[in-house]
């Protein structure tokens, strides 16, 4: 029978009535507000939109894909708060359900893009020899295009859609994650515990995930957290170019499509709150993921 | 009473001088240049015989002749002709069976040789009876031609195989550029790549993806015509950078037709150095299911898919934002032979009571065993107006329970994708020049007879309803024959839903004149008779 103390119950380990482990992690981060004040905006930021994307449903006070001709280019009031755009759809409510559109191909871009780097460049790593050799000209070829341009070519092959916008933006980031992790690797590749499990007679696949892949994390969380929000711009930059996701799926580069160049004097608000919802969450990654940085790498953690 | 008298006689004079005045105004004006927008990167070619597209047509149409045209100050005619190079709009003889034309003797090419009748026939053999190796997009037109002959230089005689309503409106087509015999004798290709006509205007240069500059042919044989000194195209496919370029006087008009944001746009900053020209449109998107697909080989589902499209609200709506206004059937609305609205709303997707209609729609697809039915709608990756049709559709469906994604792809893929069947469902488009039923609505024809037809059905119902429409001479009885057919298409058999009726709008500078709208954005446009009020 398990026994599940009620909540606020002091438990194992306390002095006050709080739990160590609690009392650990309000230190932690009450020290990451402190000490990070724009990484805690960015947080802040990153779960308001998570909160949007997980809760759309709730939130969103209409659907977003419903026509409502009733209520075309309508500007921002208390019945619609973001306006309606040009189809009569509330704005506020397509930003909301926007939100998980840019969270799927953001995050699953990010983590299929990084972890596959992740694994490649340790392995080229590990290895060396003519497969570092070869594996990294592959990545200087990945590398010469700059991202959106790689994942331009790749959806005008295989199409525009979800799945294949996430695959678009996941190719260019294997190249970049790759690289970097590769350049950590090389140096624990040397250190005598990878010796020691070789000597020991591991396979390659267990000392390259189970001893080299964990002491590569720092830098790559650092990097998947930047890769969140170049997935997020790419996939915005993408729907704009009409490559992304179709209608009449929410997404905030769609939004900013329709908007932007046909009604930006006569119903600016079709294009502005898309434009400053992408904005905000590339912002709000990338200070979050600097101050994960300055969290993580030690050199910097006392400063 | 002398003086209320004297009031009067000065108010009408006053009246006659103001009159006087504008009519004074209206008088052509000649020289200055014409700077137009193209709406394309560039033509696929200057061979209009083979190509369907405005981007030809607004590129290469005033540097040509045509043998008949619609009036230009009267575009808008769905019956009425003029003459250009013949000297006389000719009668059938022969129980409608022979048109002879009569040419004119004063025309010249624009390398100086004289055109004839020699030129004519070519030409018309090259559109109507194309050799092995070259194309003629619109050679289905002329299946009533049985031959044509020059029995003499300045005489063009055409002999049909049965008479047609039909024959004068396709002689009427605007791509039917007259060649020069002797060139196309050297190259049948030679015209895709050059330019050497009898038009209005004489080419000067052209830039591929950049513009098209012409200068005044002195030698045209409309005599005072053309006003312009010159003219230039410039391409350029981004509706934003045509709007700036009216706005900031770099470009004077886009003739193909802007959105209705375009338009208010100009309209709120220009003020009266703009004018606006708006007409109902030769042009709409037809939604095809594929028969060849499950569950669309039942018509049913095909009935469902009309029933809930509520057109009479969405047509208005769409209008604020998009290129379409006008309800219509498989005729352009306000034809002779269109449906009229009673007509119409005897057919699925017309009913005046939509709640109704998609109750109705429920129940079909429940009867057919397609409730929530999923599928994919692809659609042309062209804004206007193809995708907020799509968007509309999916939205109107949605309220019948089905759940639609949308498939955008670019144009060489959305033409690959109905020729080869590879859809469920698909917004196509039907875009045609002069006003002609009855050739206007071979679209709705099966794929074995009318190869641009998509759906992918065999119906020798529809043939048959179609042939007894084309060959009625009488208007009455065609109309009759119209109307079976058209609700066979629609009603019985569901073929496809028409979405309303593209709706052209042209803005422009107020200072062009003489330029009148047409239902095509094809027609009028070998600008002979604009002219520049500046």
Same mark, same amino acid.
């Given at each position: 029978m398990t026994v599940i103390a009620p909540t606020g119950a002091a438990g194992a380990g306390s002095i006050d009535g709080e739990p160590e482990l609690q009392r650990s992690l309000r230190r932690s981060v009450l020290h990451f507000i402190r000490r990070q004040p724009l990484g805690t905006i960015g947080l802040a930021i990153v779960i308001v939109m998570f909160g949007a994307g997980l809760f759309a449903p709730w939130i969103a006070p209409y659907d977003p894909e419903e026509n409502d001709f009733n209520a075309m280019m309508q500007a921002p009031s208390w019945v619609h708060l973001l306006g309606t755009d040009q189809l009569g759809r509330d704005i506020f409510s397509r930003l909301v359900f926007g939100a998980r559109t840019a969270l799927i191909v953001g995050f699953s871009a990010a983590f299929m893009g990084g972890g596959l780097g992740l694994v490649l460049g340790v392995s080229s790593a590990y290895f060396g020899g003519w497969f570092d050799l070869v594996f990294q000209r592959v990545l200087d070829v990945l590398m010469a295009f700059p991202l959106i341009i790689l994942a331009l070519a790749v959806v005008s092959v295989l199409g525009a859609g979800v799945q294949n916008v996430i695959l678009a933006i996941t190719i260019p980031l294997i190249p970049r994650c790759g690289r970097v992790v590769r350049a950590s690797a090389l140096a624990v590749r040397e250190v005598p515990y990878v010796d020691a499990a070789r000597a020991l007679g591991f396979g390659h696949a267990r000392i390259v995930l189970r001893h080299m892949v964990p002491n590569v994390v720092a830098p790559f969380l650092i990097l998947l957290s930047a890769f969140v929000g170049q997935a997020i711009l790419a996939e915005a930059s993408l729907s704009y170019l009409g490559l992304g996701v179709q209608e009449p799926v929410p997404a905030w580069g769609l939004m900013l499509q329709g908007g932007? *160049? *046909?009604?930006? %004097? %006569?119903?600016p608000w079709i294009a502005v709150f898309p434009g400053l919802a992408i904005m905000l969450a590339v912002l709000g990654i990338s200070l979050f993921g600097d101050a994960l940085r300055d969290a993580i790498d030690p050199k910097l953690r006392d400063r | 009473m002398y003086v209320r008298t004297a009031l009067w006689a000065a108010g009408l004079g006053l009246a006659a001088a103001i009159a006087a005045g504008t009519a004074g105004a209206e008088t052509p004006k000649r020289g200055g240049t014409l700077t137009y927008m193209i709406p394309a990167d560039s033509a696929p070619s200057f061979d209009g015989h083979r190509e369907t597209t405005y981007a030809t047509v607004h590129t290469a149409a005033p540097y040509y002749s045509v043998l008949i045209r619609v009036p230009p100050d009267n575009p808008a005619s769905t019956t009425e002709f003029v003459c250009d190079l013949c000297t006389e709009v000719p009668k059938p003889t022969d129980n409608g069976k022979t048109y002879t034309f009569k040419l004119r003797t004063d025309v010249k090419f624009h390398d100086g040789s004289k055109l004839t009748a020699q030129d004519v026939l070519a030409s018309w053999n090259k559109i109507a009876f194309p050799k092995p190796g070259t194309t003629s997009a619109r050679v289905s037109y002329y299946a009533m031609v049985e031959k044509i002959e020059a029995p003499d230089d300045a005489t063009i005689v055409f002999r049909l195989k049965y008479p047609s309503t039909a024959f004068m409106p396709a002689v009427a087509d605007p791509f039917t550029w007259i060649y020069k015999k002797e060139l196309l004798e050297k190259d049948?290709?030679?015209?895709e790549k050059n330019i050497m006509g009898s038009g209005p205007f004489k080419l000067v240069s052209f830039d591929i993806g950049q513009s098209i500059k012409g200068e005044r042919n002195p030698d045209y044989y409309h005599k005072g015509q053309p006003y312009l000194d010159g003219i230039v195209g410039i391409f350029a496919s981004k509706q934003a950078v045509r709007v700036d370029a009216i706005r900031a006087d770099r470009a004077t008009v886009e003739f193909r037709g802007m959105p209705p944001s375009g338009r208010d746009q100009l309209v709120k900053e220009l003020g009266k150095e703009l004018t606006v020209q708006e007409s109902d449109w030769n042009c709409g998107n037809i939604i095809t299911p594929n028969h060849k697909k499950k569950p669309f080989d039942d018509v049913r589902v095909r009935r469902a898919l009309a029933l809930a499209v509520d057109q009479w609200t969405g047509a208005p709506a769409l209008s604020k934002v998009a290129i379409v206004r006008t309800v219509g059937g498989i005729v352009f609305p306000g034809s002779p032979l269109a449906a009229n609205k009673e007509e119409l709303q005897q057919m699925a997707g017309y009913w005046p009571d939509i709640e109704k209609a998609r109750a109705e729609a429920k129940r079909l697809l429940k009867e057919a065993g397609a409730e929530n039915l999923k599928f994919v709608l692809t659609n042309r990756n062209v804004d206007q107006p193809y995708k907020f049709v799509g968007t509309w559709l999916i939205g109107e469906w949605k309220k019948i329970g089905l759940n639609v994604e949308q498939k955008v792809v670019p144009t060489g893929p959305w033409f690959q994708a109905m020729r080869t069947g590879d859809f469920d469902v698909v917004v196509d488009a039907n875009c045609q020049s002069v006003v002609n039923p009855v050739l206007d609505t071979g679209k709705y024809l099966p794929q074995e007879v009318y190869p641009e037809s998509y759906g992918g059905y065999v119906d020798p119902k529809s043939v048959e309803l179609y042939n007894k429409m084309l060959y009625e001479t009488d208007p009455a009885a065609q109309r009759v024959a119209m109307r079976a057919y058209e609700k066979h298409t629609l009603d019985t058999m569901a073929h496809a839903i028409v979405a309303p009726y593209w709706f052209r709008i042209v803005p422009y500078r107020s200072y062009m004149k003489g330029w009148k709208i047409s239902p095509s954005h094809y027609l009028n446009q070998d600008l002979a008779n604009i002219w520049l009020d500046k």
């Open positions: 932007a *160049e *046909e009604y930006a %004097t %006569t119903a | 049948p290709h030679w015209y």
